[in-house]
Every structure is written in structure tokens, then in C-alpha cells.
């Protein structure tokens, strides 16, 4: 039964997994039905991964996997056994604020600030793919992502100033 | 020299960005303390049944549970939930609201039971295995149908499930009746809401035996309420209850309330003698935290024949829910009845407000909690009237607005308008959209069949709430005036501890711009604490959009305290008269000799040494105050909507927003804008999508964010901000509120341009929300 | 929310997966992207003992034209239909479905095969695949089977894939250079099922007339159909708004969509026509290009 993950299934049913997170390599026994965003807040105490709804419309967990935006709540902590996960702690270096993070901030793109990791890792994403969105792009970018304090305006002129700083603007 | 400060009007940014920007909020759920046990809530699935039996057994063979607890259980160490507004001359019923049911459930959500168990998942585990008997009783989910002649009872001591009845009469209305050429009578429903802040709630009680001192974190707009109401509800001393409501992820009224389930986690941590933490998910908050709005309303206005408004009647019937909850009777009867005549110079109304239970989740306040449920039929009014008269909208609102020069205005309904002038900003809207040549746009288009509506929404809204001697005449258990201590410390950096507690309105930054203009202290000297009874005064918390104008106002009048004690001791130090100085860029001089200086933080410093006071004065260098308001504060502004509706599908797409709202001075005009861009968001919502729908037998159908609908940034149009500054003159900073006005106006502002899009079609009311369907129908006349 | 716990194993192989599946029986569910199953699975609406993730098996997200085919592998993600150049030239109307579902970061986890396995009435994918004589292939004790589209939906979230199969392919004729197809859906808002979705590939022969043409509506049955009158209609003749208008009554009166908070029947019908209609000009607009 356990030809494929000899080793590392243990007698209470936890498994060993490895995982990248924010650059470091970290290994933990977890329940298979641990679901990832769980295993960032409860395990790794990296809360800045927030869990807004049960059915993944929110998006308020949404994390980089291998550098693809998924919504942390919608999969299980085995799945991500081997892959690399940034989470909005691992986007600041050194103390300095990430050139998205900066735009939010001069754009006033967060209020309650709930919502703002995953919109800023989703943005990260797009921003990856596409170096100068239209506003079209930007909203369907951010579209996993609800909130319910600003609109959405400075949302989206915060992710356009952040294309733009990155792309050499600035 | 010092760097002039000009911090006051800047669009400074937010000192709160930092942490929420680096995942370093701190968020209840985010909290673990030592020895923490988890906590579900067993919920009726049932919206009205006698509770018959709990049987726990298999649920405690979970391993890992710690317990099972229902009402029994918990008796005496929970009491029932009060209410904190009780209208008076409603005759108004306050039945029993238990914390945890006990005989009888009704809605479908309350809770019958806790299980509380180390881990959280299982938790859930065990919650399912609870087996709860219950006989099912007859439902009533409407409020119409509830108030019926043989509708099931809910609640012994309101019979009739009559909650209150409220009046509100100003000036003669039947005169104005029979005076009238026109009148125009309409029902609207304005529908429930879920307020579906992003951040589900959550609580953490952990009790001291040593100290007896229970600290509960909890996601709360105002933690001393907390306090106070767990204080009765424990039957604990108050200033042994410790409540810390660290970030909160939005409220919008609905971390208002002190919920049931708050109060029991509290019990649970005493009597466990662990931390009891409790986690809220999302199809729970759908049914377990307070819905919004829920009025059906039947209006006539009347007008003469030029359009000249006289009167209105209202009759409305609001839903309560189940039981009432802390704020809810006065949401739709103060902060509602009052604003019936919204911008206009009515002389006379009457209203009519009937609170009713039904078997549903309890009704509170929601973002603008009573005022958009005014405004919305006051502007689909002035509509309906203009269809009549076949005139133009714009005409019959600028017709009837109330004249720059007549504030304070007393209104016929018995407030007094502090300050306005509704044509400018209803001009400015007005030509940011090109009115007229949208309207030529429209008659060419419509000759082509083409539809395209343009919808207006003149508002006028009280908050700020507010002058204490007003609002307890209004039944509200407390006063609602602001608290704050402004300290300098001794190294010249500032300490700014408020009552209010912005979950995402942006104080830590606006009231560190007001102390900076104060005392010419740079904002990044300067924190504001919030959220934390044992740091802060007394506080009456974030709501009513009355943060800015009363909490923002007492931190102006405690700088202004600390400047002026400031002046006494430099004067002393520079031997010199308080007259003779100059206070500029928080440095005091004495006039003509400029080098004889101090600055604040050196009178700082001094005041602490307190070796050289002058006679009288204390030492250090702070100030508090309890700032009561003279009166309310009522922003005002004209928000623009246009819309091209698809013929076909019914689909109606926002071709432009515009915005003009005037909510006095602005300490940040970055901020003001979001909150317009937010607030006119949610109303779009309740316009566009939102509604909370039951099914006959009391079952919430719309209890997770696949079936209630909010916006996201697909749905979302382009929202356009702007404002025009009418101070308020009673106002310490000439500020009022804007965190609600969004909200308010949008609704109305969407609905009738839609039903403007419409009008070839004969159809004079659509209820929100306006689906793409119910337009459809309008145009094929189904 | 926290599912009910179970046991996880992850084959390496199909074949591994296929044995486990028989181990298992119906104690077990597959698990592809996971976004449908695990928010059932943290509702407590499914919870199986045992989840087999196939995720990593190899070979399986293929995207190539392969001699008549094109072929997509079951684990292939939404967002890699949508992204991919040859896919985005050639196969527009895949590109819509793909487009259309859920969001961005749904569309990164969730899979083709995942997504047709599922079989929700509202499936985007099974319109669309309908569009087309599509072919699943599956893998079991007994070797490899081919199914046809039109055999596959057999009722709500109930295939023709057996319960010791595995879905590892999908294959659809390779597209010609005068044909074109588009999907619309129709929703409340983004992330939403459909309320009515009609998909369409067609082909134009040399006269410019409709060669083939076939109709996929998703939302209006209890599985996702072929509106079979409806592409009748249209074969051999000139693609003239009247003849597509036609075909697209047809198409509403062959739907059976039932009322819900979604939409009353009679709406959804009418939209049917609506929307097969704008589906069908746009395919054919896509066919002449």
C-alpha cells in the first residue's frame, strides 16, 4: 500500500512533508486532512495567511505555489509536499517593503487590511505574467479575491502603480 | 527652526499599512495563547421547534473533548442577552434572549450546545456527533406574515410577535395632504442584507483565578460595550472584565452586538480554568452573526403641482429576527423616522414603525443602520414624483432642497441640520457628469431603442452619533460622547489613547494628523492606541460614522488642552506672559524675540521634571477629555449613476459613478475617498445582488458567498470621489462623518437609474436587488 | 472546517492509481486539483475514508496535436488551456471555458479531467466538450477505454467512467482552418456556476456554409446536453443571422432548465436562445477569419 511514500507515513496516520516556505526549508508530520492555510497559521505561526469563508470564494488565504496563486483553504498541506510556498510574510526583504506592498501603501489600497494578502500575492502573480496590465486585467487578476471595504478602487490603482515600479517606472 | 507641520488636509499615509501590509496584523484568530481549548457552537438547524432532548454520548467519546455544556448546564453562570436600546413610548417588548437555547429554538442558527475539545478539528468532530431532539413548531420568516391573525408565536411577552410600535409625527401632515395636487404613494422592501466583513468572528476568554480577572480578546467595534453588557450577562464585576479587540477585519455594524456565544466562551473559560478560544466560520456567521435592513415600507408623498414636496407618511414594518439584538430597535426607528424627509424642506411627516419577531437571525445595525433605509425611499420618491409631474429629477430635487443660508436648519421631524449647502455639491455632481448632455444622450438613444438610465441621489444623513442627553431620551443605554487622553512623554513623543476603534478607517493615522496640526509634532511621533479597556478611557467604539466627528473631536480638544498647558509652563520658563508668546510648528516664542524658545518636547521634558511648575499646574504633559457633542452632524452630497441596460438579457452594466459628498473638513482626503469608495460598494451591492433569502421553513438558502452575492472586482465599476468642504460649525475640527455616506446614497442612486433606463416600459417600481432577471421581466412584461 | 480525517496516498503511476482504486472500493475518491471535492469535503457533504491524489502522475497534462487529435491529459489546469498559444489560436471556444469558471486561483489547481469527472449539470467543460466529438479516455484493470462525449454524462455527478477507472485524457478532432467556436456563459457574477452557459464548434465549408456544427448548453438539464435540433437546423446552410436565430429557438425549447436562486425556468430559457444565438455568431465570425 505504501509502496509510493515508504517512510513516510507514520503509525498515527500523520505524514512527513517538506516544504519550502518563504525561502526555508521546513519538515513536519502532518494529519492528511490538514489543510494548507491551517498548517501555515497553527504550525509554521505564520498568520498573516487569513481564512475569510469555507466554500474558497474569498480568497483572503491565497498563497504563491511554485509561484502560481492558489487559495491555501482549497488544498491539503500533503499536496504541497516538495513545492515552494510563498506566503505575504516572505515578500518584504531585509525590512524594506516589497515594490507591491509600497504601492499599496501610497495608494491606500487596504482599510481593515483582512483581505490585502491575498490580494497582494494574487497581484504578484499577474504582475509576474503580465508586466503592464490593463484594468480590465487587473480586475479579472484580482477577481478570486474579495473585500468589502474599498471598493476595489485603490485596489486596482495600487496593483497599476506596482506594474509600474516594477517594470522600470519608478 | 522647526519644519512647518501641515499635517491636517494632508493625504498622509497610513501609519497602520506596515503590519497589515506584511502579514503582521493581529487579528483574534491569529492569537494562540498556552492551554488553549477550542470551542463549536451546535446550532438549530431548525427555525422554530421545542427543544426536546441533547444527547451528548457519542460526541464525549471523541477523543479529545473536554466537554459538552448546554443552557442547563451553564445556568447562572450565563445570563440572557440584553438589549442596550429600548425606544420609549413603543411600548416595546424586550423578551428573554438567551445565550444558549433552552425550551424553545427560533431561528434556525441558535445555538443549543457547546463542545469544547483541545483541537479544533475535533471539535467538529464531536459537534456533529451531538444528537439534538427537536419538535418542529410552525415558522413565519416575513414580517407581514408574522404579524397575520393566527401566526405562530414567538415569544409569550410579545404578543402579536409585535416588538414595538413607534411613532414620529412633525408638523401638520394632513394639512399638507389636503393642500397637495399630487399624490404619490409606493411600497418598497428593502431587503435583508448579510454584512459579510471579510474577517468571520471570533473570541478568546481566559480567566485568572488568582487575579479573578476574565480577559476576553474578541472582534469587537467597541470593546467598553463589551465590557459592560459581559459584565451583566456574567453577573461579574466590570472593572474585573478585560476585553481587547486587537485588529478587527471590518465590522460594518456587525461586531456591534455582544453576541450570545461571546458570553458563553467567557463562562466556559472560568469554569474550564483554560483559554477558551472559539473561531467563527463562514456559513456560521451567515446565520449567527446580525443581518441588516429587512423593512417592507409604504410611502405617499405629497406635492403641489410645480413639484414642490409638502409631505410624506411612512408606514414601515421592520424585521427584528428572533430576538432583539443590542443596538437593533433604534436602527429602524431613531436613526431612521428622523430622515425622512432627507434634503428637502418638508414641513410636515409622520412615520410609523412597527419592530416584528420572526423566526429569523436577528436583525442589527449594517453599514448607515437606518438611514439608508430612509434615504432610499425618499430619493425613489422625489423619482416617482418627477415621473408624475414629467419633470426633470434634477429639477424637483433642486427645487426642494434646503437653502445654504437657512443652517442650522430645523427640520420638520424635530432634529436641527447643522450645516449644508445641497445645491453646490448637487451642481458639481452634476456637471462632472455633463447632466444635460447625458440627458440629449438619452432622448437619441432611446429613439434608437437603446436603454440608458441616469439615476440621482441627494442625501443628507445623521451620525456622529452623538449628543448624549438626545440619545438617551432615545432609549439608548449610554451616552455617546468621546473620550481620549492625549500624553507627551517625557522625550517629546506622543501617546494618543482613544475610545473609538477604526477597524480599517484609518485613526491610528487621521488622529495622529490632528495632534500633529495641534502641537506641531510630526505624525510618526505620534501613536494612537485603540481596542484595549485597560489602555484606553472609557469609549463608546467605531459606529455611526461618529469616530472622526466625536472621538476625532475630543483628541482635538485634549491637543488643545495640552497646547494650552504647554503654554503655561513655557511662559513660566521664559518668563514671560502666556500673551506675549507665539505657539507655531510646536515651538513656543516669545513675540519680537524670537531666540527666547521652547519647543513642546523641551516643555515636555520639564513638565515631567516638574521641578519648575508654575503655580497651579500639574505635572506631565497630558490631557483627557470627554468630549459630549452639542449635536449630531449631518453629511451631505449628490452621487450620479449611469447605466446601459442589455434589452435581451436584462444585465445592467455601470457606464460611470460619480460621487460628491461633503463631510466638513477632512483630515485625510486619501482616506475619505476609500471610504466612499467602500461604502458606495456595498450599497451597489444591496442594488445589484445582495440578498438574504429564507425558504418558508426558516432555512437560510444563502449561507456562504456562493449563494449571497458580494461584489467583486469584476462586478465593481469604476467609483469616482468627489467633495465639496461645508464645515460643521459645532463640530471642535468642523468635521462630520463619511464612513456610512457612501452607503447611504448608492442604493437609490443605482435603483433609479435603472427604473430611468426602464421608463419606456411603464414600469414605476422595481425591489432590490435589481437581477438581471427582474429587469428582463420589466421589459418583456413578465 | 476541518474534514473528517481519512487516509492519503499518492500514486506514482495510473496503474498504481488503478490498483488502489480497486483496494479501496468506494471507501476512496480520487483527487485531482481539489477544488471541488475538498470545499464538499470541508462541508462535510462528501468524506471519504481515503483520498488518492493522482496530482503528480506523470504525463498526464499533455497539451498536443497528436495526428487527427488534439489532446488534452485529465490533470491539465484550466489556467494552462487558457494560456496556452496553441490552444489560445486555434481553439478559442476552450479558451472561453476556461476563461469562464471560477477565478484565477481556482483556475490554477482545478483540472480538465477533474472538472469533467465531477459532472455538474452547470459543467463548463462538459459544454464545451460537447461542442466537439470529444472522446474521454480512461485507464482501468481491464487497460484502456475510449468514450464517447455523448455516452459520458449519464445524470448529475454520475459518469460513465467506472469505479476502478481513472480519467486520463480528453481528445477532440483537431480543428480544421475554417472552423471557429465560442462558449458563453451566462452568471450571476465571477466564480459563480452558470446560470445558463451554450458552447458551440463549427465548421464552415468552401461555399461558406455550416459543414458541421454541434451545440453544448451547460445548466439546463440534469447534465450538460447537446442541443440536437438545434445544430440539425443549421447543417448545410449559409450561416445568416435568421437561420442562427432559428437554430438557437430550437436550442431553448430542447434545454430543461428548472427554477432556483440562479433563475425561474423561463428566464433560463429564454437565455438559452439569447445565448446560443450570440455563441453561434461568434463562432461563425471565429470560422471566417
Known amino acids: 500500500m505504501t509502496s509510493h511514500m515508504r517512510g513516510r507515513i507514520a503509525a498515527d496516520g500523520q505524514i512527513r512533508i517538506a516544504v519550502t516556505v518563504n525561502g526555508s526549508k521546513v519538515e513536519r508530520s502532518v494529519e492528511p486532512r490538514t489543510l494548507l492555510v491551517d498548517f501555515l497559521r497553527d504550525e509554521l505561526r505564520l498568520t498573516g495567511t487569513h481564512v475569510g469563508c469555507d466554500t474558497s470564494h474569498c480568497g483572503a488565504c491565497t498563497v504563491l505555489l511554485d509561484g502560481r496563486s492558489v487559495k491555501s483553504c482549497t488544498m491539503f498541506a500533503v499536496q504541497a509536499d516538495g513545492a515552494s510556498v510563498t506566503t505575504i510574510e516572505g515578500l518584504a526583504q531585509h525590512g524594506r517593503l516589497h515594490p507591491i506592498q509600497q504601492a499599496f501603501k501610497e495608494n491606500h489600497g487596504l482599510q481593515c487590511g483582512f483581505c490585502t494578502p491575498g490580494v497582494v500575492l494574487a497581484a504578484m502573480e499577474l504582475l509576474q505574467l503580465t508586466k503592464a496590465p490593463t484594468e480590465d486585467e487587473i480586475r479579472t487578476g484580482i477577481s478570486g479575491n474579495l473585500c468589502r471595504c474599498t471598493g476595489y478602487v485603490n485596489i486596482v490603482k495600487s496593483v497599476a502603480a506596482a506594474a509600474e515600479m516594477m517594470s522600470g517606472g519608478r | ?782 | 472546517m476541518h474534514p473528517q480525517a481519512f487516509e492519503y496516498v499518492r500514486p506514482e503511476s495510473v496503474e498504481r492509481a488503478v490498483g488502489l482504486l480497486r483496494e479501496y472500493g468506494d471507501r476512496a475518491k480520487v483527487l485531482a486539483g481539489g477544488q471541488s471535492l475538498i470545499p464538499l469535503m470541508k462541508l462535510r457533504l462528501a468524506s471519504p475514508q481515503v483520498l488518492i491524489d493522482i496530482g503528480r502522475i506523470p504525463g498526464m497534462s499533455i497539451i498536443k496535436e497528436d495526428g487527427e487529435f488534439l489532446r488534452i491529459g485529465a490533470l491539465t489546469r484550466h489556467r494552462d488551456l487558457e494560456r496556452t498559444p496553441l490552444i489560445r489560436e486555434r481553439y478559442s471556444i476552450l479558451v472561453d471555458a476556461a476563461h469562464s469558471l471560477g477565478d484565477p486561483q481556482v483556475r490554477n489547481l482545478g483540472t480538465v479531467g477533474g472538472a469533467l469527472a465531477h459532472a455538474d449539470p452547470a459543467s463548463d467543460w462538459g459544454a464545451a466538450f460537447l461542442a466537439f466529438d470529444a472522446k474521454l479516455v480512461t485507464k482501468g484493470p481491464d487497460g484502456e477505454r475510449t468514450i464517447s462525449i455523448d455516452d459520458f454524462f449519464k445524470d448529475t455527478f454520475v459518469t460513465a467512467v467506472k469505479p476502478t477507472e481513472i480519467l486520463t485524457e480528453v481528445r477532440i478532432p483537431k480543428a480544421g482552418t475554417r472552423d471557429g467556436g465560442a462558449y458563453l456563459k451566462l452568471k450571476r457574477k465571477t466564480g459563480d456556476f452558470a446560470t445558463v452557459g451554450a458552447a458551440t464548434q463549427l465548421g464552415l465549408d468552401a461555399k461558406g456554409h455550416i459543414a458541421d456544427v454541434r451545440i453544448g448548453l451547460a445548466a439546463v438539464g440534469p447534465t450538460p446536453i447537446r442541443a440536437k435540433r438545434a445544430e440539425a437546423h443549421l447543417r448545410g446552410k449559409a450561416p445568416h443571422k435568421e437561420a442562427l436565430a432559428e437554430a438557437a429557438k430550437l436550442a431553448a425549447q430542447d434545454a430543461r432548465p428548472t427554477s432556483d436562486l440562479r433563475g425561474s425556468e423561463e428566464y433560463k430559457r429564454a437565455m438559452v436562445e439569447v445565448f446560443t444565438r450570440r455563441a453561434l455568431e461568434k463562432a461563425v465570425e471565429r470560422a471566417g477569419r
Open chain 2, 1 to 782: 527652526m522647526a519644519q512647518a507641520v501641515k499635517a491636517m488636509g494632508e493625504p498622509i499615509l497610513r501609519k497602520e499599512d506596515d503590519r497589515f501590509l506584511t502579514g503582521r496584523g493581529r487579528y483574534v484568530a491569529d492569537l494562540t495563547l498556552p492551554g488553549t481549548v477550542f470551542a463549536k457552537f451546535v446550532r438549530s438547524p431548525y427555525a422554530h421547534a421545542r427543544l426536546v432532548r441533547i444527547d451528548a454520548k457519542r460526541a464525549l467519546a471523541i477523543p479529545g473533548v473536554i466537554g459538552v455544556f448546554t443552557a442547563m448546564d451553564l445556568k447562572g453562570d450565563v445570563g440572557n442577552v440584553p438589549t442596550a436600546w429600548t425606544i420609549p413610548n413603543a411600548d416595546i417588548k424586550t423578551p428573554p434572549y438567551p445565550a444558549l437555547a433552552k425550551d424553545v429554538v427560533r431561528y434556525a442558527g441558535e445555538a443549543v450546545a457547546v463542545v469544547v475539545a483541545e483541537t479544533s478539528a475535533s471539535a467538529e468532530d464531536a459537534k456533529e456527533l451531538v444528537e439534538v431532539q427537536y419538535d418542529p413548531l410552525p415558522v413565519r420568516v416575513n414580517q407581514e406574515a408574522a404579524l397575520e391573525p393566527g401566526a405562530p408565536q414567538l415569544h409569550a411577552e410579545a404578543p402579536g410577535n409585535v416588538a414595538f410600535r413607534w411613532p414620529l409625527a412633525g408638523g401638520d401632515v394632513e394639512a399638507a395632504f389636503k393642500e397637495a395636487d399630487v399624490i404619490v404613494t409606493e411600497r418598497f422592501v428593502n431587503q435583508r442584507l448579510q454584512p459579510s466583513a471579510m474577517e468571520p468572528r471570533a473570541a478568546i476568554a481566559a480567566y485568572d483565578p488568582g487575579t479573578k480577572e476574565l480577559t476576553l480578546h474578541v472582534t469587537s467595534q467597541n470593546p467598553h460595550i463589551h465590557r459592560l453588557l459581559l459584565s451583566i450577562i456574567l453577573g461579574m464585576p466590570e472593572q474585573r472584565i478585560h476585553v481587547i479587540s486587537p485588529d478587527v477585519g471590518g465590522g460594518f455594524g456587525s461586531k456591534i452586538p455582544c453576541y450570545p456565544w461571546e458570553a458563553v466562551v467567557c463562562a466556559l473559560a472560568v469554569r474550564l480554568g483554560r483559554p477558551v478560544k472559539w473561531v467563527e466560520d463562514r456559513s456560521e456567521n451567515m446565520v449567527a452573526t446580525t443581518h441588516g435592513r429587512d423593512h417592507v415600507q409604504y410611502v405617499e408623498l405629497a406635492a403641489t403641482k410645480d413639484g414642490r414636496i409638502l409631505g410624506i407618511k411612512v408606514k414601515a414594518i421592520a424585521n427584528m429576527g428572533a430576538y432583539l439584538s443590542t443596538a437593533a430597535p433604534g436602527i429602524p426607528t431613531i436613526l431612521f423616522g428622523f430622515m425622512v424627509g432627507g434634503a428637502y424642506a418638508i414641513k410636515a411627516g409622520h412615520v410609523e414603525v412597527t419592530g416584528v419577531f420572526t423566526n429569523t437571525t436577528p436583525v442589527d445595525a449594517y453599514r448607515g443602520a437606518g438611514r439608508p433605509e430612509a434615504l432610499y425611499l425618499v430619493e425613489r420618491m422625489v423619482d416617482l414624483l418627477a415621473r408624475k409631474l414629467e419633470m426633470d429629477p434634477a429639477e424637483v430635487r433642486r427645487k426642494n432642497f434646503i437653502p445654504p443660508d437657512k443652517f442650522p436648519y430645523p427640520i420638520a421631524m424635530g432634529l436641527t441640520y447643522d450645516s449644508g449647502n445641497y445645491g453646490a455639491a448637487f451642481d458639481k455632481a452634476l456637471s462632472l457628469v455633463d447632466y444635460k448632455k447625458l440627458r440629449q444622450e438619452q432622448t437619441h438613444a432611446r429613439k434608437e431603442g437603446r436603454l440608458m438610465g441616469i439615476g440621482l441621489s441627494s442625501y443628507v444623513e445623521i451620525c456622529g452619533l452623538g449628543p448624549s442627553s438626545v440619545v438617551v431620551s432615545t432609549g439608548f443605554a449610554g451616552g455617546l460622547w468621546g473620550s481620549s487622553t492625549v500624553r507627551v512623554h517625557p522625550t517629546g513623543k506622543v501617546t494618543v489613547y482613544t475610545g473609538a476603534h477604526p477597524h480599517g478607517q484609518g485613526e491610528e493615522t487621521t488622529f495622529a494628523q490632528v495632534v500633529a496640526q495641534e502641537l506641531g509634532i510630526p505624525v510618526e511621533d505620534i501613536d494612537v492606541v485603540h481596542g484595549d479597556t485597560k489602555s484606553t478611557p472609557m469609549g463608546m467604539g467605531t459606529y455611526g460614522s461618529r469616530t472622526t466627528p466625536v472621538e476625532g473631536g475630543s483628541v482635538a480638544l485634549s491637543a488643545r488642552k495640552v497646547r494650552d498647558k504647554g503654554r503655561k509652563i513655557a511662559a513660566h520658563l521664559l518668563e514671560a506672559r502666556e500673551e506675549d508668546l507665539d505657539f507655531r510648528d510646536g515651538t513656543f516664542s516669545v513675540k519680537g524675540s524670537p531666540d527666547a524658545k521652547k519647543t513642546i518636547q523641551e516643555v515636555a521634558w520639564a513638565a515631567y521634571l516638574a521641578d519648575k511648575m508654575p503655580a497651579g499646574v500639574e505635572p506631565i504633559l497630558e490631557a483627557t477629555t470627554f468630549y459630549d457633542p452639542a449635536n449630531f452632524v449631518f453629511p451631505f452630497g449628490t452621487h450620479v449613476c449611469v447605466v446601459d441596460v442589455d434589452p435581451e438579457t436584462g444585465q445592467v452594466s455601470v457606464r460611470r459613478y460619480v460621487a460628491v459628498d461633503d463631510c466638513g473638513t477632512q483630515i485625510n482626503p486619501m482616506i475619505v475617498e476609500g471610504q466612499v469608495h467602500g461604502g458606495v460598494l456595498q450599497g451597489l451591492g444591496q442594488a445589484m445582488m445582495e440578498a438574504a433569502v429564507y425558504d418558508e421553513t426558516g432555512n437560510l438558502l444563502t449561507s456562504n458567498f456562493l449563494e449571497y452575492l458580494i461584489p467583486s472586482s469584476l462586478e465593481a465599476p469604476r467609483i469616482e470621489a468627489k467633495s465639496t468642504v461645508t464645515p460643521s460649525p459645532h463640530n471642535p475640527i468642523g468635521a462630520k462623518g463619511v464612513g456610512e455616506t457612501g452607503t447611504i446614497a448608492s442604493s437609490e442612486a443605482y435603483v433609479n437609474a435603472v427604473m430611468d433606463a426602464l421608463a419606456p416600459f411603464g414600469v414605476a417600481n422595481l425591489d432590490m436587488p435589481l437581477t438581471p432577471e427582474k429587469v428582463w421581466r420589466a421589459i418583456h412584461r413578465k
